[in-house]
């Protein structure tokens, strides 16, 4: 089995998109293919017509799980069509990367995805990954796991430099992996006619020429559509322009298939004990000295298989040095993560001069909603994210000036916001929390969602 991951930390630029109907065609085209959502906004599902309360076991269960025999793929594949199985994801998966979530403790905390589907790896031939708009554990397992890397890239003014960013970050997760992992730019939302758009291509054909793939995806109304019905562009629309795009990029990705070596080694019941790079941990994450010293230093990267580190052709004085160093810094960024914040920046509800409204909760593994009046009431259109500094789990919403209510709903149970005392209520009803939005402040428009994005 082959697994590319679709990654950009950058929300809007069809990664969901790209992931569902690259592996919708590539079902379609007699490849038997499964698509994993490690997305904590569960998109997958939503575009592929899965419905969210039918889903009892998530991969976020399949990674957490302690099996004495590898993990059973038909306890936790959807199957959606006709060589199209989806793993799907859940709001909950966000507080596994949490620095004292489920799998900060684990040995092999960035190989637990890799674990799993090396167990299935003989039953398909393509795996394609969605992965969230954050750089942490969860995308760790996702490239930690990849044969390829594909990075779409949105045809905007912003896209370029954030298209530079993603190359650095990945290189760098990569060097400390200690194998190559491909990588290739995908062009998204391509309109000829935009001046800008072909601008943007061209600019990244001559900083990237070795990157860019020769095909991009173009700027279609069907896409966005077929989203919304819950079907891949194959279904809703076929014989289109926007089904010709995806299926140039499933055969440009037959005939350019990588070499399937990273699963290798994850066929068995129990991972192989490896190096494992601590050093990467997310932000507030604590090492003991031990761990530190038979870890190395921050920068050295750790081959994977090997059984000494670069850590040992150093002094012993000069490791205990260095992981001293280590833990002393990662400690103090840990004391920062747990101390008080500031009035105006704690749990509750703000709102900033430019209209923009933070909504802030406790970090928790339950799935975490704010409803309101800005988003109709709907229990799941604006769920709470984790932070990065995985304290917190917070949304980001765009108001117009004034009085706003809301509630936050807790796995579907609505409550009052136990961290905001701006209330009111009716005899008889639990009332509302509300915040106000400074007159004057942003644009006087209905509330707009910050897709994937905590600030």
């Not at 989806?86 to 799998?103: F, Q």
């Not at 993603?166 to 290189?171: D, G, K, S």
């Not at 807790?410 to 007159?439: Q, W």
Request: proline share 7%; aromatic share 6%.
């Amino acid at each position: 089995m082959r697994v590319v991951s679709i990654v950009n930390q950058k929300g809007g630029c069809g990664k969901t998109t790209t992931a569902v109907n690259l592996a919708a065609i590539l079902a379609r085209d007699g490849a038997r293919v499964l698509l994993v959502d490690m997305d904590p906004q569960s998109h997958c599902a939503a575009g592929l017509g899965v419905p969210d309360l039918t889903l009892e076991r998530t991969i976020a269960d399949a990674m957490l799980a302690d099996h004495a025999h590898p993990p059973r793929a038909d306890e936790y594949l959807w199957e959606v069509g006709h060589g199209l199985k989806l793993v799907p994801s859940s709001v909950a998966l966000a507080s596994l990367e949490a620095p004292n979530g489920p799998l900060a403790a684990r040995f092999d905390r960035d190989r637990r995805l890799a674990r799993v589907l090396g167990a299935w790896q003989h039953e398909f031939d393509w795996c394609i990954i969605d992965c969230p708009p954050t750089i942490g554990l969860l995308t760790f397992n996702a490239l930690r796991a990849s044969d390829l890397v594909l990075i779409p890239v949105e045809t905007g003014y912003f896209s370029l430099k954030g298209a530079e960013k993603q190359i650095e970050t990945i290189r760098s997760i990569v060097r400390r992996f200690g194998r190559d992992i491909p990588f290739a730019l995908l062009p998204t939302l391509y309109n000829e006619s935009r001046a800008l758009s072909r601008d943007v291509v061209a600019t990244l054909a001559k900083r990237f020429p070795e990157y860019l793939l020769p095909i991009m995806i173009r700027e279609h109304e069907e896409l966005r559509d077929a989203a919304s019905y819950g079907q891949s562009i194959m279904e809703f629309a076929p014989g289109s322009a926007a089904e010709a795009d995806f299926a140039l990029l499933a055969a440009w990705l037959a005939e350019n298939a990588p070499a399937a070596t990273a699963l290798a080694d994850f066929g068995a019941a129990e991972p192989p004990l490896m190096d494992i790079p601590r050093n990467v941990a997310l932000p507030g994450f604590d090492l003991s000295l031990d761990e530190a010293a038979a870890f190395g230093s921050v920068g050295e990267s750790t081959s994977v298989g090997s059984s000494t580190n670069s850590s040992a052709h150093s002094t012993p004085d000069a490791t205990l040095d260095r992981a001293a160093d280590l833990v002393s810094r990662l400690r103090a960024l840990a004391d920062r993560a747990r101390s008080p914040v500031p009035f105006g920046g704690g749990f509750g509800v703000r709102a900033d001069r430019e209209g923009v409204v933070i909504f802030s909760q406790p970090a928790t593994a339950h799935g975490l909603f704010v409803v309101g009046d800005f988003n109709g009431w709907n229990p799941v259109a604006t769920p709470l994210m984790a932070s990065s500094d995985g304290m917190r789990m917070e949304a980001s919403v765009e108001l117009s000036p004034g009085r706003h209510a809301y509630r936050i709903a807790v796995d579907g149970l609505e409550m009052l916001d136990p961290h905001n005392t701006h209330r009111e209520a009716e005899e008889g009803t639990i009332g509302v929390s509300l915040v106000e939005v400074p007159h004057g402040a942003g644009q006087s428009m209905p509330a707009r969602m910050s897709e994937g994005r905590s600030r």
